[in-house]
Every structure is written in structure tokens, then in C-alpha cells.
Nanobody
Framework: QVQLVESGGGLVQPGGSLRLSCAAS????????MGWHRQAPGKQRELVAY???????YYVDSVKGRFTISRDNAKNTAYLKMNDLKPEDTAVYYC??????????????WGQGTQVTVSS
């Protein structure tokens, strides 16, 4: 089993930045990728970005150039640095771990979520 704990969410003004962290614990041998998803009120959960063990990354078009996903394997921690935040980025952000990919079913483990609110 893998446990994931997110931190770093909060309220930020448009154009501001936040860095989310996801601390993983437990048996990570089956985890190839770590990802970030988000769910806004009334919308389905969507993938934001993921990174695989080899270092490759994937971003949804709406965050390309603004968000950066990274992973510190020594600390079993993943990060999502978010710059130039927009009101439409407001959502609960979830950390995930699994084999990786663009679909939620490709992730076996999920954190509890952290709220990001972008508002003036």
C-alpha cells in the first residue's frame, strides 16, 4: 500500500504562484508514475500532469508553460509548481500514484486532496 499526503494549497490572487507537495510512504516498488489531478465544483476530475520514473512528463494543454511537475525520488515526494494562476485553476488538487497515463484508472493510489482557490 502507498499513502499520499498533499500540502501547499491555499488562496492566491490571479497571476500568483503556489507549490503543491505530495509526500508518499509505503511500498513504492509498483509505482511508475506520480500525477496531479484536479476537480472543480460541478466538473469531472481531470488530469493536470504526471511524471514517470524515467523523468518524462505530460501536461494537459491548459497548464502547459505555467505548471511544472517534478519528483524527488530520494524523498518520495512529488511537486507541482503552479505559476500565473488563473481563476479557472480553482479546484481541489489530488496527488496520485500508479503506472501513469492520462486516465484516472491508471492510478491506484490517491491523496485526500488540497484546495487551491484563485481569486482577487
Amino acid at each position: 500500500q502507498v499513502q499520499l499526503v498533499e500540502s501547499g494549497g491555499g488562496l492566491v490572487q490571479p497571476g500568483g504562484s503556489l507549490r503543491l507537495s505530495c509526500a508518499a510512504s509505503g511500498s513504492m516498488f509498483s509505482v511508475n508514475a506520480m500525477g496531479w489531478h484536479r476537480q472543480a465544483p460541478g466538473k469531472q476530475r481531470e488530469l493536470v500532469a504526471y511524471t514517470v520514473s524515467g523523468g518524462n512528463t505530460y501536461y494537459v494543454d491548459s497548464v502547459k508553460g505555467r505548471f511544472t511537475i517534478s519528483r524527488d525520488n530520494a524523498k518520495n515526494t512529488a511537486y507541482l509548481k503552479m505559476n500565473d494562476l488563473k481563476p479557472e485553476d480553482t479546484a481541489v488538487y489530488y496527488c496520485s500514484a500508479g503506472r501513469g497515463g492520462r486516465w484516472s484508472y491508471e492510478y491506484d493510489y490517491w491523496g485526500q486532496g488540497t484546495q487551491v482557490t484563485v481569486s482577487s
